[in-house]
């Protein structure tokens, strides 16, 4: 696995893989506090049945 990759992703004991929203790096005084928040929450990365078939 790539080292970039790495720093972007987590994977649970589960074995789902964790990543952050996008839109924090800057401009964040236009957005509103809600929207700050929920952006802060991890995000489960979903892969589609075409992408999983194609591993197996």
Do not use: E, Y
């Not at 080292?3 to 789902?16: A, C, D, E, M, P």
């Amino acid at each position: 696995m790539k080292k970039f990759i790495s720093n972007r992703l987590r994977v649970t004991k589960r074995g789902k893989i964790l990543r952050q929203a996008m839109g924090q790096g800057h401009c964040l005084a236009k957005k509103k506090t809600t929207q700050i928040k929920r952006k802060k929450l991890p995000r489960v990365l979903v892969f589609g049945k075409k992408i999983i078939k194609k591993d197996i």
